[in-house]
């Protein structure tokens, strides 16, 4: 579904080149639930952009779905990421001048979906989180909970391959971040590849996969200590 091999994504001024992610492979197989977790700094959101095709890479191949992604112009990529990929952002990110209906509405019509179509996944979408009563409302008047469904809803309703969630409860309270979590597994189990970055353990820890990234790279938790150590080895000898 998923897989990116001694992958990398430079920085580049005048005076500095920063790796963002450096040799990177990962590979999330159909139908995985699989949880990111690391530091902040360490290069989660920079994989998750890359992974969702809002962001090109320096080196290295990235395949989704089988299609080697560096082949693709803008236009191919726009198509795949509207057609194959689901965004949840920690920040819901719904637009505050339409209704619930409006906001799942809005990628649908980027696909040219005929009218009728649109409202039978518009409102099958709201129904399975649970909001269908609220597709006239305003993001306003939901909570931060319900914003996040309508979130959810919005990507289900384009019947994504791949779900990528970005911290999809950081602004939720403890109750309404089980639920949102309760909502995604529904969705694993009902077929969806899902790649979830949190700094939650308890949301990783339900995923069905843990992968860690430290400074750009994937490693073995077990390993992370000595890890940490050869990284600053590296840095000394690099400088020296």
């Known amino acids: 579904m998923l897989t990116m091999t001694h992958l990398s994504k430079v920085y580049r001024t005048e005076m500095v080149e920063t790796y963002a992610l450096r040799e990177f492979n990962i590979d ?15 290069g989660k959101t920079t ?20 299609i080697e992604v560096s082949q693709l ?10 057609e194959k990929i689901g965004f949840i952002f920690q920040a819901f990110n719904l637009i505050p001048d339409l209704n619930v209906f409006d906001n799942v509405d809005v990628p649908l019509r980027y696909r040219g979906m005929k009218s009728d179509e649109r409202r039978r996944r518009i409102m099958e979408s709201l129904e399975r989180v649970g909001l269908a009563a609220r597709a006239k ?11 996040q469904r309508v979130a959810i809803a919005r990507a289900l309703a384009g019947s994504p391959r791949l779900l990528l969630a970005d911290e999809p409860t950081g602004n ?12 995604l597994e529904d ?29 750009g790279q994937v490693v073995d938790i077990a390993e992370e200590p000595r890890f940490r150590a050869h990284a600053a080895l590296a840095a000394v000898a690099q400088h020296a």
């Open 28 to 42: 999330v197989k159909e139908g995985e639930f699989v949880a990111v977790t690391g530091p902040s700094g360490s």
């Open 47 to 66: 994989f998750l952009t890359i992974a969702g095709l809002l962001e090109t890479f320096s080196g290295g191949t990235y395949h989704l779905d089988g």
């Open 73 to 82: 112009d803008d236009n191919a990529r726009s198509k795949i990421r509207n």
């Open 137 to 147: 409302h305003y993001p306003a008047e939901l909570s931060g909970g319900q914003q």
């Open 172 to 183: 939720l309270d403890t109750q309404m971040a089980r639920g949102v979590l309760e909502l």
């Open 187 to 215: 969705i694993h189990r009902g077929g969806a590849t899902i790649v979830m970055v949190t700094h939650d353990p308890e949301l990783a820890a339900r995923a069905q996969r843990n992968v860690h990234i430290i400074d």
